[in-house]
């Protein structure tokens, strides 16, 4: 059975940082494309940032590049979303993702984590 599991979501003021982190198990971890994304109240579920299997390669939405760094450690089976510079916009539900491919697209990924709050004040 997989798992995705987030954690380090929380209330912080505009300008702070967060990490969040989601846990896998149940799959190779290695094998798969990761990607976190994000669905904020009355919105749709949207791209933020993906890995590839090994993690020489990332791709960020407009939103996120300069902000938000993905990376991945493949020996603890965890995915890792640096935030820094947090904007109230970025308020949303995150989720990891686990994919057979490296892409954007959200009808792509195979295997989703529950969701992590974040609420940035401002």
């Known amino acids: 059975q997989v798992q995705l599991v987030e954690s380090g979501g929380g209330l912080v003021q505009a300008g702070d940082s967060l990490r969040l982190s989601c846990a896998a198990s149940g799959l190779t971890f290695s094998n798969w494309a990761m990607g976190w994304f994000r669905q904020a109240p009355g919105k749709e579920r949207e791209f933020v940032a993906a890995i590839n299997w090994s993690g020489d390669d990332t791709n960020y939405a407009d939103s996120a590049k300069g902000r938000f760094t993905i990376s991945r450690d493949n020996a603890k089976n965890t995915v890792y979303l640096q935030m820094n510079s947090l904007k109230p916009e970025d308020t949303a539900v995150y989720y990891c993702?686990?994919?057979?491919?490296?892409?954007?697209?959200?009808?792509?990924?195979?295997?989703w984590g529950q969701g992590t709050q974040v609420t940035v004040s401002s």
């Open positions: 993702a686990a994919g057979s491919r490296f892409t954007i697209r959200t009808m792509a990924y195979h295997y």
